[in-house]
């Protein structure tokens, strides 16, 4: 039987407040963390419910919009509802596209945009118990190291832990330069996205620059024109209801055949949603030209280390991008 404090938030401060006590969880959607609860990965003794605050503060579940034509996507917001908000499309298809490429229909039907960016690795390691897995029990050690590796990441790895990040939507806030908004104990404070999620490093328990009691009000995607030229591809064992081996989110600016301006975010292959300057400064000033998509995805590549069972994704990551940028350029 699970035992857990049930707590609905009366408003944010009171949702600080109950989340900042020790081995508490916030649910919102629940698709990842009821998951985990079940599995006894997760095991906290209090949950808060940011539900109820869905009918006393609209900001949180809306889409809207900010200057120069960015948006604001409110925390609590439906996968489902981003992904086919008009603005969405139109402005970031990569956004829409790396949503609706996500879980299945009822998923996306109850899972939010701040679950969706704290969701936890799938790595099968973490999820059973009985396994040896330092980011669910820090210094037990890792068992994808000499297990079995195919879907693990091959970027910002450590020997510590190479588990991948398994958000897609996450890879396309990263390619755009998204913020979060965050409410906390000392009151709201923006987090640049690239800047929410760490490496594992030596501590692979340490997963984001939160702190305890920080509620996710919104995440702010700047005015970005040429986005409206952008897609997300992912690359997956089976068509649908599958996490990425390889992604790419594109944003190219294309001015008679030369690369004004470029955004490259990369998924299922990094241990967080990974942007890849590197790829960026190798297109940059370069006419949108196939050697130059190839360039790129070697430069985005150059740092990768594989293991055992996924020397694979190295290839599999390159041909993703190299796609990725060629339909984008069409
Ligand atoms: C079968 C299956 C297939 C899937 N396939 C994919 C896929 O292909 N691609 C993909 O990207 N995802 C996939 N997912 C994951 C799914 O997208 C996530 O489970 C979902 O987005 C999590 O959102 P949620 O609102 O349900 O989060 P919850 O489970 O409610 O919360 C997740 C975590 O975020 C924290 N949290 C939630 N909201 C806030 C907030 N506002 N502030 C602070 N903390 C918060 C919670 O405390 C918890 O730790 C899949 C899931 C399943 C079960
Ligand atoms: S890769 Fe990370 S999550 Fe997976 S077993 Fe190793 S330490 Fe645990």
Redesign the pocket.
Known sequence: MIAFDYVTASDLDNAVRDGAVNATRFIAGGTNLVDLMKLGVENPTRVVDLNTLRRRDDSLTAVTDLPNGGLRLGALAHMSDVAWDDRVKERFPLVSQSLLLAASGQLRNMATMGGNVLQR?R????RDTA??????EPGS?????R?I?RP??ILGTSD????THPSDFAVALAALDATVNVRGASGARVIRFVDLHTL?GQH?ERETTLRPGDVITSIDIPGVGFARKSMYLKVRDRASFAFALASAAVALDVQSGMIRDARVGLGGIATKPWRSREAERALIGKPATRPTFVAAANAALAGATPRRDNAFKVELAKRTLVRALTETSA
């Open positions: 690795t790595c099968p390691y973490f396994m040896a897995c330092n980011k669910r050690g890792c068992s994808a190291l297990g590796n693990h990441a510590k832990c190479i588990a594992p692979p």
